[in-house]
């Protein structure tokens, strides 16, 4: 096995345990158990548990920022098109997502200097900004944002948890189809009613 297979193994072993048991409740005697490596190799490639927490929390942002960034490349895509295609790619795998959202709940402390805006959303304003009038500010910009961001990740936690899938099946006739709908829905009324409100 390659020194890069096996950084990638333990990455890929501590991502799924972290975010399955917490990072506080997860060994390294489970992560190289996962991982099929041993202990040392864990030691030699991270240091210490506290690397191996930051080079995933690395890897998860990178890898949806790369997703979010393919995603706007299509530049011909409306507001709400775009935020659907950000809820798409979260629940494309529900499992994966919920231990990656559950990993930086758990995390505990800060392990990277991050941006506290929502990955994406200067893609997110770019779409609004072609939508909204001229007259509409900045802040109001940031504000669309940061809500249609937050009913995203509420909506795709909700489809991939068993808490939201219950109350889903309970609450939601059309279940997880009526996500798509709502979204849409939101976007839409968000964008009527800023150009609406600063319409000259």
Known sequence: MSEHDTRHRI??????????KGYDATSTREIAQRAGV??????????????????????????????????AENKDLT??????????????????FLNHFKLFLGAGTPCHELDTSPIGWEHLSFYLKKELGTNVPDSEMIWA??????????????????????????????????FPVYIKQLVETIVRDLNTRYSV
Do not use: R, W
């Open 11 to 20: 990455i890929e072993a501590s991502t799924y345990l972290f975010g399955l």
């Open 38 to 71: 041993n202990i040392a190799s864990l030691n030699y490639h991270f240091k210490s548990k506290q690397g191996i927490l930051e080079e995933v929390t690395g890897c998860v942002i990178a890898e949806f920022k790369d997703k979010i960034n393919k995603l």
């Open 79 to 96: 507001a709400s098109e775009f935020a659907l295609s950000i809820y798409h790619t979260m629940t494309e795998d529900e499992i994966k």
């Open 145 to 178: 944002s940061s809500v249609i961001f937050t009913y995203i990740m509420h909506v795709a936690v909700m489809s991939a948890s068993v808490v939201g899938k219950e109350h889903i099946n309970k609450f939601l006739p059309q279940g997880k189809a009526a």
